[in-house]
């Protein structure tokens, strides 16, 4: 049984461009969550999405927004990237609101 | 605000010694507790939690404590191995109808053989 899978592993970006990370949560599970992970700190959360839906938001800007596909399946977009938005992003899947289990994280570089 | 605070940074043990991380949250309505070891490469994996309505809860070498007056909790390990070197953090969720976890910042655990 596949646990959380996250790409790509790591991304190097450029001020201003945009990305896109992707997410497939562990079998069994329709929940998704998103957290950014600065170096030397724990997670934050950005977002999570429950039938297709944001169901909850963290304090982070409409540069960030979500998708979560019929599969389950989400994807992470971060618009305009700043220098800040370094960090390792975290997705993390459960079963409606059951304990939450985490992928390895992709690690997004911006210069 | 939502706040979860975490001690120490890092930690520093002999192996076969026991290893105590402490947590303190600021939401009282907060009812659920988990615990993550954070190995590079390998993600975040929960290894231990406690609901609200529990004051202790162990697992083999690992055990939870929760202390709702005072707003903490802790982690113990004991006998600890090498292989339970990693990054640990707790995390505390907010009042029920909210999803999130609120993270401590770390704490960087290294066994000594």
């Known amino acids: 049984d596949a646990g959380v899978t996250q790409s790509p592993t790591h991304l190097i970006k450029t001020r201003g461009q945009q990305v896109t990370l992707r997410c497939s949560p562990k079998s069994g599970h329709d929940t998704v969550s998103w957290y950014q992970q600065a170096l030397g700190q724990g997670p934050q959360f950005i977002f999570q999405y429950y039938e297709e839906e944001e169901r909850q938001r963290g304090n982070f800007p409409d540069r960030f927004s979500g998708h979560q596909f019929p599969n389950y399946s989400s994807e992470l977009n971060v618009n305009a990237l700043l220098l800040g938005d370094s960090a390792l992003y975290l997705c993390?899947?459960?079963?409606?609101?059951?304990?939450?289990?985490f992928g390895p994280g992709t690690r997004l570089t911006v210069l | 605000g939502e706040n979860v605070e975490q001690h120490p940074s890092t930690l520093s043990v002999q192996e076969g010694d026991s290893a105590v991380i402490k947590c303190t949250y600021s939401d009282s309505a907060s009812n659920y507790f988990p615990w993550y070891k954070q190995e590079l490469g390998k993600g975040s994996q929960l290894i231990i939690d406690i609901r609200s309505n529990v004051g202790e809860k162990k697992d083999q070498r690992i055990a939870v404590t929760l202390n709702k007056t005072a707003k903490h909790f802790s982690l113990h390990i004991t006998e600890t191995q090498p292989e339970d070197s990693a990054v640990y953090f707790c995390?505390?969720?907010?009042?029920?109808?909210?999803?999130?976890?609120?993270f401590g910042t770390g704490t960087r655990l290294k066994v000594l053989a």
């Open positions: 993390a899947s459960s079963l409606f609101n059951s304990e939450q289990f």
């Open positions: 995390a505390a969720t907010p009042a029920s109808g909210t999803y999130k976890y609120i």
